[in-house]
């Protein structure tokens, strides 16, 4: 709690100081799976994300993004014997992302999240609590920003936590993020 209160403060520092700053919204869809020796078997989730961003300009050509996601993730497994099955993970996302404008418009980003678990559904049953209730994954991507505001973005985001409570052999999210947005 104390990291994230640090980083909140950082966050506001560079927004006194920054020149620019714009709110937006954001909306888009999530391809989810996970990675690891114990994720074999295992294929993807179609979810969504939705949330808020601020982009705070500290150049022409660099700007800090913070956001506030809701992220759905997961995955589906198919049993021989008994059929299909879906866990979906759902978390209160906060990625901080550094944006880097390498072209009028085009940004290239890198950042950390904190994923707060906010709900896990296998098949019907709750299992929230054989899960971690943090995540933390490395982010990448890329966006295109018009000057209308309008913006696209593609993210990668790698999980770096082991999801489970419990010990596995590196079972962690893996999310592709296809989003459209709006800057105010």
């Not at 560079?14 to 391809?31: P, R």
């Not at 979906?88 to 890198?110: H, I, N, R």
């Not at 770096?160 to 709006?182: A, E």
Request: no cysteine; charged share 20%; glycine share 10%.
């Amino acid at each position: 709690m104390k990291k994230l209160f640090t980083i909140t403060m950082a966050l506001v520092a560079f927004t006194i100081s920054a020149q620019n700053v714009t709110f937006g919204a954001k909306a888009g869809l999530n391809f989810a799976s996970m990675t690891g020796d114990d994720a074999d078997g295992l294929d993807g989730r179609t979810s969504f994300h939705l949330g808020v961003t601020a982009e705070i300009e500290m150049s022409d050509t660099f700007s800090i993004q913070p956001e506030l996601l809701y992220s759905g993730q997961g995955f589906t497994f198919e049993d021989d014997v008994d059929g299909d099955f879906t866990t979906k993970v759902d978390y209160l996302t906060l990625p901080v992302m550094a944006k880097f404008y390498v072209a009028d418009g085009f940004s290239v980003e890198v950042g950390p999240q904190i994923g707060f678990l906010l709900s896990a559904d296998d098949n019907g049953e709750d299992v929230k609590d054989l899960l971690k209730s943090t995540d933390f994954a490395l982010n990448l991507g890329a966006g295109y920003k018009l000057d209308s505001g309008l913006n696209f973005g593609l993210r990668y985001s790698m999980g770096l936590t082991d999801v489970p409570d419990f010990d596995t052999d590196g079972f962690k999210h893996s999310v592709l993020q296809l989003s459209v947005g709006f800057n105010f």
